[in-house]
RNA sequence: GGAGAGAUGCCCGAGCGGUCAAAGGGAGCAGACUGUAAAUCUGCCGGCUAAGGCCUACGGAGGUUCAAACCCUCCUCUCUCCA
């Protein structure tokens, strides 16, 4: 251990942890150089994130960055989380889909109130800075960011691959995306920033920090690139709009179920991107793994109880794990489901079982319950329906089951 | 500014006056099989209805027609080429 007054470990240390899971670390040499330097000084880096204002929905895929940034900061250095107002302000157009709404201030602020609530389940709130970006970019000249957005070309722009690939399919690209980069690129100068961090579609940004910061006189930051974590459906990255996402605020039982629904060539990059798991441990489970001889799934157990444990507890992390054996191992009912209370018809107690479906929330339409009981989807304590008009006396609870993954009991009401 | 092409369900994409709630694929949901997953097979995949049927939908607004996603007019948006 060094004996500097902040107490930073040496460099070497430093490497190491943070060089666990990167994808990519643009440079290596000039990140050592800079814990070098600050560890003589004992001046901590400053490492930055932005986050879009509209989002604020976290899931294990943003964790990967912000855990990293966690790593950071437990080794001292200073995190700016910096949220995207000014973007969120102005109405992205990314994409195909139409223009995103604007945002108002109030909203913004609102969101990043939601943002706190989840980041600092990973980072610690006492030692994060969190900024907005209009707090430069609405008070700039705009004389200042043309002379900027002079300095760069069409053709570099078109570097960026998903540019590329849009342009060459004929997909409209608006201006303002263009400069969405530059104005990213621009935060880092007004951060100075020695680190930013991003997944790996931010490459691009990333790295045009490090050009503008040049063109400002500044030393560039490194960019720390992690890789992509793959949603649960193995295809896609996670993300909230494909619906292959395990939130870092889901209850402890979705969050355990979503796991195990991942593929088994993904519990290795998960183990890695989103757990504590050291890398010797890693390697024991690749091994299992790759020589075939313990049914992945044991470790993918595991994997869930740590990620659930990681952002609930080891008690919530048991407690899913039962509950997720009893449904799906062994086909009987948990004990924590929803309990629903329902009004019967008030002479004959009886109810048909499309209201019954209806009212639970289990369906959304009487035609989507009506296809659930033909597809053969539906019991009633073990009873299976088969007849859609079918009328249910509800005298007392019942246990209705729609599909393996609706399960709840329902009350009469008196 | 000029010339052309286009906008269809969650996404891609066929349809080009009635047989269209709209082919096909993907995604999704359910069933079988499993380890929970993957792979595979099967079914479903706008709403209401017991059923016949009704309603809402093919960028927006009008129009022609017994009848329009399909024809006409205007508008909005996108792409391509020329300047």
């Known amino acids: 251990m060094s004996a500097n007054k902040i107490g930073f470990p040496p460099v070497n240390e430093q490497m190491d942890l943070l060089r666990h899971g990167a994808l990519e670390i643009i440079s290596e040499e000039d990140l050592e150089r800079k814990l070098t330097l600050s560890l003589k000084l004992g001046k901590p880096l400053i490492i930055k994130q932005g986050f879009d204002p509209s989002a ?52 913004v602020l ?30 700039r000249d705009i004389y200042q960011f043309l002379d900027l957005a002079g300095r760069f070309t069409v053709a570099r722009m078109l570097e960026r691959d998903d540019f590329l690939i849009r342009y060459q399919k004929g997909e409209p690209i608006s201006i303002l995306e263009f400069l969405y980069p530059l104005m990213q690129a621009y935060d880092s100068v007004a951060l100075q920033a020695d680190v930013e961090m991003g997944g790996s579609d931010q490459k691009f940004n990333l790295l045009l920090g490090r ?79 790759k020589s075939g001889q313990i049914n992945p799934m044991q470790h993918k157990q595991r994997l869930a109880r740590e990620v659930v444990q990681l952002y609930h507890s080891a008690e919530a992390a048991q407690s899913a794990e ?32 499309l209201d019954l479906m209806l009212q639970s929330g289990a369906v959304t339409s009487r035609g989507e319950g009506r296809r659930m009981i033909e597809a053969g989807a539906v019991w009633v304590d073990e009873r299976h329906i088969s007849d859609f008009r ?11 089951k729609v599909g393996k993954r609706k399960i709840c009991r329902i009350i009469p009401e008196a």
């Not at 609102?110 to 609405?138: C, D, G, P």
């Not at 018809?345 to 009886?350: K, Q, Y």
């Open 56 to 107: 604020p929905d976290l899931h294990l895929g943003h964790a990967v960055t912000i855990r990293k940034l966690a790593q950071f900061q437990s080794l001292g250095h200073r995190i700016i989380f910096l949220i995207g107002d000014f973007t969120g302000m102005v109405g992205d157009p990314s994409g195909r889909s139409k223009t995103r709404p604007r945002l108002t201030r109030e909203e």
């Open 110 to 139: 609102a969101n990043a109130e939601t943002y706190k609530s989840q980041v600092f389940k990973i980072l610690n709130s006492k030692k994060t800075e969190i900024r907005f970006n209009s707090e430069w970019h609405a008070s």
């Open 211 to 289: 050009k503008i910061q040049g063109e400002y006189s500044q030393d560039a930051q490194v960019a720390f690139l992690m890789p992509l974590l793959i949603g649960t459906d193995g295809k896609e990255k996670m993300s909230k709009s494909l619906n292959n996402y395990v939130g870092i605020c889901d209850f402890p039982d979705d969050m355990y179920g979503k796991i195990m629904s991942i593929p088994d060539r993904l519990i290795v990059d998960y183990f890695t991107l989103a757990t504590d798991l050291p890398v010797d441990g890693i390697s024991v489970i690749l091994n299992d793994i």
């Open 322 to 353: 039962h509950h997720f054996v009893t449904r799906f191992r062994d086909h009987s009912v948990p004990d924590n489901i929803p309990e629903i209370t329902v009004t019967p018809t008030p002479i004959t107690g009886l109810i048909a079982v």
């Open 390 to 400: 079918q009328e249910i006396l509800l005298s007392s609870s019942i246990i209705l």
